[in-house]
Structure formats: C-alpha cells, structure tokens
C-alpha cells in the first residue's frame, strides 16, 4: 500500500497543466488502494484531455479496491455537468467487466432517462447474461432513446451464452411491431448480431420502409425460407445502389455457404434472370476490380448462367483473390458452362488454362471425347501447372487408357508431377483394377516402372474383388536402387500392412537415404508398430529422425509414446523437446501431465509454451497450480500465454492467481494480458464461481 506522501504527490500531479503528467500519474493510480484510489480515478475520468480520461479507464480494472471503483463511477453516470466523466465513466465500467454489472442494473431502475441509457450502454459492453432481463425491460422504458439503446445492447449481451441468446432474440422479436421505429431499426441490427434466424414473415412488412428497408433486406439472408431467398434477388434490383449492393452480397454470400436444392436453384435463377436492372448490376459489379461487391457478384454470375459471361468468370479464375468465388461460380453455372470454357482453353492464359482444365471435369463427371482428347495433350504442356491440372483432371474423367500414361509420368524430372502421377495413378487402378492388374504383370520391381508398380499394388489392396495384392512386388521394391521408388514402396507397406510388410518396413529403417528412414517411420507409425521406433529413438542422433519417430510412437503406442517422450522434453535441442511435447498430444492422464510439468522447466520459451497450451486442456488441479507457476516465469511470453490460458479457465482459483500476479507484474503487454484474462473469467454466481 503507498504510504500517504506518495498518494499526496500523485493528487497533485493529477493537478499539473501539462496533460502528459496528469496521464503519467494516472498509472500510478492501481498502487492506491481503498477511497482515495476510487477518488481520485473518478477524478482522473473527469480531465479535460481525452488521452488522461483513456488511461483511466484503461486503469479502473487494475485497481485492487472494485467495490469502491464501481460506486464511484456508477454515482458519475448521474453527473449533469461533466459530459466527458460520464462517458469515461462507461468505459470504465465495461473494462472492469462481470464486476459492474449489478451496480449497472440497479443504476437502470434509478436515474433518470439520461442516466438510463448510459447504464443500457454499460450492460450492452459486458456480455452477461444478467443484464439480458433488466434490458428486455428497458424496451418498454418511458424514453425513446432508453429504448432504442437497449435494443441495440440486447445484440451483445446476447453473446454471453446460447440460452441468454435466445432470450435476447425473443425480446429483439417482438420490437419488431412496435411503432417506435428507431426501435425497430436498432433490434433489426441488433438480431444481425445475433445471426437470429427468424421465420421471413417477421421481416417481409419492413421491407418497404425506406428507413427499414436495408436492415430488413440484410435479415433475408439469414432465413432459410425460399420467399426470403426472391427478395434478396429483388432487392439486387433495387434503385438503391446501397440496398442492391447489400442484397447482392448476401445473396453471393449464401450461395457460398448454404446448400441450395436443384429445384430451389432453378427457380431462384429464373427470378433473377427476369430481372434486367438486377443482371445489369450483378455484370457492373462483376466487372469493376474496386467493388467489393465483386466476388458475390461472380457467384451471381454463374446463378444467371448465360454462357456470355463465362468470359467474366475465367477472367476472374486468374486472380488469386477470386480463384475460389470464380470457380465456384462454375459449379453454379453446372454443366452448361463445359463446352463454351472448352473452347476458351486454347486461347486462356496459363494460369488460366490450368485452373480449367482442374474445373472442367468437375462440371461435368462424363466429359466428351473434346474435353479428354485436350486433358491429355496437356500432359506434355512446358507449363507445369498446366500438366499437373491435366493429371488431376484425368484423375478422376480418365479411363483404363490412362494408365499407361500415368505410369510414364511417374518417372517425370519435376517432384510435383511424379508425386500427382502416383496419386491419379492410384485412382485409376481403383477405378479400373482389370486393366490395372494387366499392366501390373508387366512391370518389374526392379524395372524403370517400379513406383508405378508399387502405388497400382496398393491400390488393389483396396478392391473387394478376392484378389490377393502382391505384397512380394512392394517388398523387392525395397532393393531398387531409385531411393523414390524404395520411399513409395514403403509408403505402400503402410497401406498394405500385415507382418510380412511390418518386417520389411523395419528393413527400410537402416535405408541410406534420409527420406526413405523418414517415410519408414512414419509407415511403422501407420501399421502399429511400436518396438522398432523405440529403438531408434534411443540410437538415432538426427533430430528430424527423432521427431518423426516420437509422432510415429505416439500414434502407434500412445502409452510407450509417452515414456519416451519424457526424456526428451528436457533434451537441450529445443527442436527434440517441441517435437517430444508434440507427439503427446492425443495423450489423457496424470503421466501426461507429468511429461508436461518436465517440458515447463526447459530453458527454451518456445517449449515452455508448447507444454503450457498442453497443459492448459488438463482438468488436473497440479495443472492449474503449474499454470500458475508460470506466471512468474523470467520470459514475458511465458507470463502473457500463462495469463491467456489462465483466464479461460472455469476453476475458481485461477481468478486469485491472475490478480495476485497483476500486483508484481511490470512488463506492460503482461498486464494487458491479466486484466483481459480477470474480464474474462466467470462472473460471481455462476456455476463457475
């Protein structure tokens, strides 16, 4: 506590005409506890300079005394004289969060209208749902403007739980047919907060409002209903650029996210089609790089479907920014759209030309003879963007012809395109085991082929038809000397799996390319086989070895994962000690714990972290207490991720743990960190507490 010299340099220092002086002193106000620190704070909310009222408010969570903090500013709200106090009096309140909200709430049965709606204002900042009954009452205050703000605190209080969002929704409803019409307006924005999904019956009397047209229009986009669903598409058509704007957005926005019904489409698509003012603003927005509309507006395009805009489209499939809104604009279009952006392949940019040929197969799963006949020469494209699109596309449109051309690509310079070609490859096996089978007789473990061999075997590992997969191939393949063709095959093994590929896998650990020991670790991983892994870790000095084989262990051996991973928590190789922290995650229990409480005490932050992200999913008591622990850590990072986690946790205890910390605690950005985490926690009374 200051003794009282210093409590009296600061007061005067609250006096000083220089306004950088007054706000220095304000931080020291937290250090004063009891009345005199509440005083003068209210004092401080009351400067003249907005930069001093800021640190004040900042400052009101920190002070230790709450109670007299929170009488103090609750009594400014009554102010009549000092407009600047009154508002930072609310600022304060909600940054002191839980704690004012009862002060709040009797506040809002006492002043007067003023008053009142400074005290909606405050239960509107502090998601609680305490405050959700006092503000549904304040609906029906005596004053317009008590009623509108508390509409409009009703869309954040809501926030606080589902249940308190329900509530909030019913009483934003029922605003709905009120006559005061800032009423309304404040409840339509408030339900948008809310994402409330309301039947359109609600909203479709609004529409014509010209002040509530907007909101009510926005509200279309959040019901399910297919009349909801045609006013947006009217609205786009609206004379409003604002309203048309707004409707074009959200009905982009639910063509993006909602799964829309053939039949539904089909006559959405026909409204919109007879709308000429709205297709001539969806082709405005669609062509103008400045409107944010633009990528709603794409989507748009291809509900209308009128192959004249496909160029519009493929345009947009080479901006990175409008690859995925273009191309899903094509799914929209459907099949329609295959032969007219067939014929713009030749003429298309590269990049272009790559994101079609992706796309087409996927407009439509039976492609002509055109379409493949151009996939195909696109296999030998200089482009390797190009010839990947083709691989993929042939991937799934291809037929058993394509095997061999699959085959040969396995072998291609390029990584990317022999990786893709072993991935199509494997498809088309599954799609087509008969041919697949045949060609598979021909090619010889130690052949040119023999990747190609091993990703065909274990894909007929996949085929219900009795065949028996040629385990004997993958397991000579191990011998080739292309350390491609030996990774492949042990990635095979791990699909095959049985003994037989175990011990051949084990083979591969002792393999002289890094990446094929690599790959068999992971595969070991894969098949669930533990013993060799352990071995390895005890013998291998590579730490990329290391940290494959601890998240191989774990998923194999979840137990033994994590009594070897216990030694390396410490390992003086941070990048170990990560990866040994990592491999634990699918871990539960107290020994769990334990290897996190040994990560804690690495000298390394980056794992002192790691372990406390892990530690923080623990409902272990000793969890919380090394949470805890950690607030007093040397690294500020520690201490600030300490904080976070601290302040999201339901134990009753972790409350006392941040704030005895926030009365130590220097670093700036460290008490930043507490006094969100103390506005986070349970407020008193809850199930929680």
Not at 366 to 392: N, T
Request: negative net charge; aromatic residues 2%.
């Amino acid at each position: 506590m200051m003794a009282g010299a210093d409590v009296e340099r600061i007061e005067r220092a609250l006096s000083d005409e220089d306004p950088e002086a007054r706000r220095l002193a304000v931080q020291k106000l937290p250090l004063v506890r009891g009345a005199d620190g509440a005083r003068l704070l209210v004092r401080a909310l009351g400067d003249a300079d907005w930069r001093v009222r800021k640190e004040a408010a900042v400052a009101a969570p920190l002070h230790e005394a709450r109670d007299h903090i929170v009488s103090y500013l609750l009594d400014a709200l009554d102010d009549k004289q000092n407009i600047g106090l009154r508002n930072a009096a609310v600022e304060a309140l909600i940054t002191i969060g839980p704690d004012a909200v009862t002060g709040a709430i009797d506040a809002l049965a006492r002043l007067d209208a003023d008053g009142r709606k400074l005290a909606v204002e405050v239960l509107g900042g502090i998601p609680d749902s305490r405050g959700v009954i006092p503000l549904a009452r304040a609906l029906d205050d005596t004053d317009p403007n008590v009623r509108a703000a508390a509409a409009e605190a009703l869309g954040q209080a809501g926030l606080s739980s589902e249940e308190t969002r329900m509530q909030a929704t019913r009483e934003l409803t029922r605003c709905l047919s009120n006559d005061d019409v800032m009423v309304k307006l404040a409840a339509l924005e408030a339900l948008t907060r809310l994402d409330a999904r309301l039947p359109w019956s609600l909203y479709e009397p609004l529409v014509q409002h010209p002040l509530l047209r907007r909101q009510a229009v926005a509200a279309a986009s959040r019901s399910r209903e297919e009349t909801a669903l045609l006013a947006l598409v009217e609205a786009t058509g609206d004379r409003s650029m604002t309203i048309a704007r707004e409707a074009l957005i959200s009905l982009g926005g639910w063509l993006l996210t909602e799964s829309v019904g053939t039949e539904q489409l089909a006559r959405v698509r026909r409204a919109i089609r007879a709308s000429e003012r709205a297709v001539g603003f969806v082709r405005r927005c669609a062509k103008d790089r400045s409107d944010s509309a633009r990528p709603y507006a794409l989507l748009a395009l291809g509900l209308i479907r009128d192959p004249a805009d496909l160029a519009i489209i493929a345009e947009a499939l080479s901006d990175e920014e409008l690859d995925e809104q273009a191309a899903l604009a094509l799914d929209i279009f459907g099949r329609e759209a295959t032969a007219p952006l067939t014929e713009m392949l030749p003429r298309a940019s590269e990049h272009t030309r790559a994101l079609l040929l992706s796309l087409l197969p996927r407009l439509d799963p039976e492609p002509d003879a055109s379409l493949l006949v151009m996939l195909r020469e696109a296999l030998d494209d200089p482009s390797v963007d190009v010839a990947l699109a083709a691989i993929k596309g042939l991937a799934t449109s291809g037929d058993a012809s394509d095997l061999g051309r699959m085959i040969s690509l396995t072998n291609h310079f390029d990584v990317r395109v022999a990786k893709a070609s072993v991935l199509a490859l494997r498809a088309l096996t599954a799609m087509h085991p008969g041919p697949a089978r045949m060609l598979l007789r021909g090619l010889a473990p130690d052949g040119e082929h023999v990747t190609a061999g091993c990703a065909m075997v274990a894909a007929l590992a996949g085929v219900a038809d009795g065949a028996l997969p040629d385990v004997e191939f993958v397991r000579r393949a191990l011998s080739n000397p292309d350390p491609r063709a030996r990774r492949v095959a042990v990635e095979s093994l791990a699909t095959l799996g049985g003994e037989e590929a175990k011990s051949a896998v084990v083979f591969a650990l002792a393999d002289e390319e890094r990446e094929v020991r690599i790959a068999a670790v992971r595969a070991l991983g894969r098949l669930g086989h533990g013993e060799p892994l352990v071995a390895l870790i005890g013998s291998s000095d590579d730490r990329d070895v290391i940290a494959a084989t601890l998240r191989a262990l774990a998923e194999a051996d979840p137990h033994q994962g994590l009594l070897s991973a216990r030694p390396l928590v410490r390992s003086p190789d941070a990048a170990i000690a990560c990866a040994a922290v990592e491999a634990i995650r699918g871990s539960v229990g107290a020994l769990r714990d334990d290897v996190l409480f040994d990560a804690l005490e690495h000298s390394d932050s980056e794992v002192v972290k790691l372990a406390l992200a892990e530690l923080s999913r623990s409902s272990d008591a000793r969890a919380l207490a090394r949470l805890g622990t950690c607030l007093d850590h040397p690294s500020w990072e520690v201490r600030r991720l300490a904080s976070e986690l601290l302040g999201h946790s339901k134990a009753p205890a972790a409350k006392e743990l941040l704030r005895t910390r926030l009365e130590r605690e220097k670093e700036p950005i460290v008490r930043g960190a507490l006094t969100l985490a103390l506005s986070l926690r349970p407020p008193p009374g809850s199930e929680e507490d």
